[in-house]
């Protein structure tokens, strides 16, 4: 797989290679092809977020076209999709769009900050079960929040959070719209059966066309996106700043965290998995930059929050796409519709969005994956479960936060079971100074000598234990070797516990030994000043501590030195 140049858009690295006929024709074919696959789709997001149709396309193609341009994906394709709907719909609700115009400019600037300081990889740490977790949620509330328009209810205020919602569905199913059913079922129907046909089928502008068309023809009474949506705007919107204060930032700073996270999340799941279906590594940072600006060019525009889309980019890849020329071509298809055909689109009912937003849901919520991990094991299990209702009950930005905090404390957990140190017998093992580890009948620990073998990672999880198993011996010895090969970490919690065992090996007049010390607990030990004020020795290995208490027992001035040392308790 080639690698992608870092902070080097990737529209510059396919014209630097050679850009050909052959490619710009396939380019124009996958861009019209995703076009029409993100026209419904574009307009279904914005309306669930509680914005018109319009900003959806605005956002597919100003924030579309700077991701392929400026992204470090060859075949990235970006929009409004469904990880923001949850966010955007609260930011709405609380700051009116104002609030989220600002949110996304700041989440842009965020995301080109994280780029250049190259926090690209970081997005990796975050725990398969917290990301599952709210892209389920997500997936919940997104269905949850179109059932009004898919019965076709004219509830004119339905509560945000999750149950109010529920309860007011219920209060209300006696307004239920046996047309609207009708025509949502038919349109899920035709999705199903487009997408088992051939992928190849636009299945969602398929059935929104088919809705359309017959709720148009038989004059059927359904909500449209005409009459929830009337006098739509034409064409792209003038470029403005938004009015804002210090206090409107500040209380926009936790959402613009949240959209600029699962921009990130979103953006490079979506490019790793590009990234195998064309064999072209994409610069991860780089695609962050370009997010960023993106997101800042659609808050200017009065668009909503974007990333790179999964399934639109499977689509441009299948469709031919091989260079960012295809988003970008794209972008100019959605502007020609943005500016030709809102009249039409002023005609789709607002159940057949309803539909394609339930298959869009259907398709984030990943159940193999859910209940997969349901079974792996019982942390996995809870952080699965606790995100995903924390997601759905609370709060996104919540759930993400508990999520990760929730799941670092059971990694440390496991990670400080898995550490331990070993007391060893007087038949000890031994590793020599290149690295081999081998037994030795021949090896033998004076009866003066302890030796602790530290097994893992001194961090602050285990650091406390690990005084402890000092303090546990029946009787100090005069000499003491760490064995600390096998440690390959030490964080300032496991350096100040190496401090409090050698401040009880002096008070105690025992003499240490660290035996093949890694690099990085040697920098750390080296940082600290610890070498400096060391009563004891450092050995390249085990042998040669062995050897070393061995000659410091026949010293008489290093026995008279070390008397016999008192209890540890």
Known sequence: ??????????????????????????????????????????????????????????????????????????????????????????????????GLILASIMAGIILVIAGYAKLGKLIKYIPYPVITGFTTGIAVIIASSQVKDFLGLTVSNVPADFINKWGTYFANLNQTSVYAVLLGLLGLACIIICKKISPKIPSYLVSILLVSVL???????????????????????????????????????????????????????????????????????????????????????????????????????????????????HAIFLLVFLYTAMDVLAFIPMTALAAVLFMVSWGMSDLKHFTQIAKISPSDRTILFLTFFLTVLVDLTVAIGVGVTFASLLFMRHMARSVE?????????????????????????????????????????????FCDKLKSLEQMPRILILRMRFMPYLDASGESSIEDIIKICREHKTYVIFSAVRPQPRAILQKAGIHKNLDGAIAADFEHALDMAKQLLADPEFMNKHVDPTLAK
Not at 42 to 65: E, I, N, Q, R, Y
Not at 305 to 322: E, F, H, L, V, Y
Not at 431 to 454: A, C, F, N, R
């Open 1 to 98: 797989m080639k690698a992608a140049n870092p902070f080097v858009p990737a529209f510059f690295t396919c014209m630097k290679e050679g850009y050909n006929f052959k490619l710009f024709r396939a380019d124009v074919i996958a861009g019209l092809t995703v076009a029409i696959v993100a026209l419904p789709l574009a307009m279904a997001m914005a309306v669930a977020a509680g914005a018109s149709p319009d900003k959806g396309l605005v956002t597919a193609v100003v924030a579309g076209f700077f991701i392929s341009f400026l992204g470090g994906s060859r075949v990235q394709i970006g929009g409004p999709t469904g990880a923001f709907v949850v966010v955007i719909f609260d930011v709405i609700q609380r700051f009116g769009f104002n």
């Open 215 to 329: 709720a148009f023809a038989f004059s059927l009474p359904v909500d449209t996106i005409g009459s929830r949506f009337p006098n739509l705007p034409t064409g792209l919107p003038t470029p403005v700043w938004p009015v804002f204060s210090l206090d409107d930032i500040r209380e926009l700073v936790p959402s613009a965290f949240t959209i600029a996270f699962l921009a990130g999340i979103e953006a490079l799941l979506s490019a790793v998995v590009a990234d195998g279906l064309i064999g072209h590594k994409h610069s991860l940072n780089q695609e962050l930059v370009g997010q960023g600006v993106a997101n800042i060019a659609s808050g200017l525009f009065g668009g909503i929050p974007a990333t790179g889309a999964i399934a639109r980019t499977a689509t441009n890849i299948k469709a031919g796409g091989r260079t960012p020329v295809a988003g970008i071509f």
């Open 421 to 465: 140190v070993r007391r060893q017998n007087h038949k000890a093992e031994y590793e020599s100074q290149d690295g081999d580890l081998g037994t030795d009948d021949d090896v033998e620990i004076p009866d003066e000598v302890i030796v602790l073998q530290i097994n893992g990672p001194l961090f602050y999880g285990f650091a406390a234990e």
